[in-house]
């Protein structure tokens, strides 16, 4: 699809855009196709655009894809219909672009939208509206399963509609397309490019979140601190009966550690979790198991409660790897932090979302359920003394959040353009 042709239809082209995106998922520092083509619209629609190296501080990118996985999905995104002069401007994963408008002196106004997709199978259900509609995920494992289609529509459709002629607006809008959200990566490469150095008044919206349609939440509570850890225990391999003690069986230590993190004593300070979502061990049923990796995750309500969950996760890990006489390697591979919304944009969300067609009713606050790295340009903002807030648009779901029926109310996408838009008119048209 020409982006260029869906944003000049009537509807502004953002149903058509979000099922194109939906079509074709990319993982974390992979959206090569999704990048590009945002930043080829963004150029064409006047905006000053910059991706790859120029927004992003590749030192800063945890477990960053390997030059033999970029290339491939290079390659894919170039064959799917990716401008490849644009792909060849992000580099190992830095699929990041940030588009700028300026008209004139006035606040410098920032709105986030993610990218990235997650690695679900989407259902083959014929009552799942994608596969009765024809943009089911062409990619095999890969899949939108948290919205982050709609996000990134959303954001190129406000792009257009914020570029025309006849807005009236002063200052400075900057729309920052941010890679890798989900594990928590994505975020951190972009603060230390100094993305949000200079932004006044800072929003992020998100999609669903089982707040209804027609409502709106100016604030989305209780973030959860996380850390994403990997693991990988070395052992030694051995015959299975000819010599099992000459062996050191790192499957046996995964599992040990595995049954261990998920017996963690919470901490009565706030909620923790801890998920092992994926354990890959051994080479064969009369070998010994020499290799085993566990990917997990902690979460805690506070930054307090977090450290409680990390400190003891890791002494389980060292413990498990003890008792089966193997070593092992704990990787940091990203993370998140709570935020506390600046009551002034959280205001204007509430201000704004009263008078936007679709929006039927403003809940004060909504629990989000989970995380967002997007708290780490958050409170680089109002570390330098800027207002931000993280908002909640509502979408009845067909499945929750990273389930293979995940899908969203689309009329939820025109109400975020609107919004968005009324923000920008809010903040930055003169009195």
Known sequence: ??????????????????????????????????????????????????????VMVAAEMLDPPSPEVVRAAQEQAIAEGAPAEWVARMPGG????????????????????D?????????????????????????????????????????????????????????????????????????????????????????????????????????????????????????????????????????LA???AALGLHGITRHAGAPTFVNVGRMVAGTGRNVVADHCQLLLELRGGTREALEHMERRAREVLAGAAAMHGVTVEVRSMGGTIGFSPSPEAAGIVAEVAAGTEGISGVTPSWPIGGGDDATFLIERVQERGGKATYFLLGSDLAGIHHASDFDIDEAALHQGVALFAGIADRILRPA
Not at 10 to 33: I, K, Q, S
């Open 94 to 113: 830095q699929t990041g672009v940030v588009a700028e408008l300026r008209r004139g002196e006035g606040p410098v106004l920032a709105f986030r939208f």
């Open 254 to 256: 995964g599992a040990t």
């Open 115 to 251: 990218m990235d997709a997650l690695p679900v199978a989407e259902t083959e259900a014929p009552s799942h509206e994608p596969n009765g509609g024809g943009y089911r995920s062409r990619h095999p494992g890969v899949m939108h399963a948290c919205g982050h289609d709609g996000h990134t529509a959303i954001g190129l459709a406000l792009a257009a509609r914020l570029a025309q002629g006849a807005s009236g607006w002063q200052g400075t809008i900057r729309l920052i397309f941010q890679p890798a959200e989900e594990g928590g990566r994505g975020a951190r490469p972009m603060v230390a490019a100094g993305v949000v150095d200079d932004v006044d008044h800072f929003f992020v919206g998100h999609l669903g979140c089982l707040l209804p349609s027609g409502q709106v939440a100016p604030v989305a509570s209780d973030f959860l601190f996380s850390a994403k850890l990997d693991a990988s225990f070395t052992g030694q391999a051995a015959h299975a009966a000819m010599g099992p003690q000459e062996g050191r069986n790192a499957l």
């Open 1 to 54: 699809m020409d982006f260029s042709e869906a944003i000049a239809a009537n509807d502004g082209g953002v149903v058509r855009m979000r099922r194109d995106l939906h079509a074709h998922p990319e993982l974390g520092f992979l959206e090569y196709r999704t990048a590009s083509k945002a930043a080829a619209l963004l150029h064409r629609l006047g905006w000053q655009v910059k991706v790859g190296p120029e």
